[in-house]
Structures are given as structure tokens and as C-alpha cells.
């Protein structure tokens, strides 16, 4: 059982940059893939940005692309999600999540699932 915890959400204004955090309970945290998706109020969990576990390759979901940046730490057991040029619409709660094996766009794929933390971008 992985157990993973968020941080660094909070209200920011539009156009400005905010960095959330994961850290995850295991010894083997180069082994997972780890992926941030979102929810807006009303609407289905989307995914956002997902990074392997040792090659460190990443995707990013179009609607963020060139303002989004994930990466990872594996010696903290930390991924990051640094978010610049923020915008009203990106206003969600983020979720850390992590499964085995390559890196995957579907939330179904994922094993662990952290509680969220919540960004408000205020226009």
C-alpha cells in the first residue's frame, strides 16, 4: 500500500505560478510511474501531466502543455506539478497518483490515489 500526501495548493492569482507536492509512503518509489490529474466543480477528473519512474519520461494533457512542468525527486519520494501562467479555468482540486509500469493518460490505470489538495485561481 502506497500512501501518498499533497501540499502547496492555495489561492493565487491569475497569471501567476504555484508548485504542488506528493510525497509518497514507499521504499520503492523509483518503481512507479506518478501522475497528477484534476477536478473542477462539476466535472469529471481530468488528467493533467504523469512522469516515469526512472527514465523520467513525461506527458502533458494539451490544455496545460507549455505552462505545466512535472518532475520528481526519487531520492524524497517527492513528485512536483510547478504550474505557471495560471488561469481561472485551471481552479481544481489536484491528485497525486501512482501505479506500476509505464506511464499512462487513463485514471483507471492508477493504483493509489492521494486526498487532493486545492487550487483556486482567481481572476
Known amino acids: 500500500q502506497v500512501q501518498l500526501v499533497e501540499s502547496g495548493g492555495g489561492l493565487v492569482q491569475a497569471g501567476t505560478s504555484l508548485r504542488v507536492s506528493c510525497v509518497a509512503s514507499?521504499?520503492?518509489?523509483?518503481?512507479?510511474?506518478m501522475a497528477w490529474f484534476r477536478q473542477a466543480p462539476g466535472k469529471d477528473r481530468t488528467f493533467v501531466a504523469t512522469?516515469?519512474?526512472?527514465?523520467?519520461?513525461?506527458s502533458v494533457a494539451d490544455s496545460v502543455k507549455g505552462r505545466f512542468t512535472i518532475s520528481r525527486d526519487n531520492a524524497k519520494n517527492t513528485v512536483y506539478l510547478q504550474m505557471n501562467s495560471l488561469k481561472p479555468e485551471d481552479t481544481a482540486v489536484y491528485y497525486c497518483?501512482?501505479?506500476?509500469?509505464?506511464?499512462?493518460?487513463?485514471?483507471?490505470?492508477?493504483?493509489?490515489w492521494g486526498q487532493g489538495t486545492q487550487v483556486t485561481v482567481s481572476s
Open positions: 514507499t521504499r520503492t518509489f523509483s518503481s512507479y510511474t
Open positions: 512522469i516515469s519512474g526512472r527514465s523520467g519520461s513525461t
Open positions: 497518483t501512482a501505479k506500476y509500469g509505464g506511464i499512462s493518460t487513463i485514471g483507471a490505470a492508477y493504483d493509489y
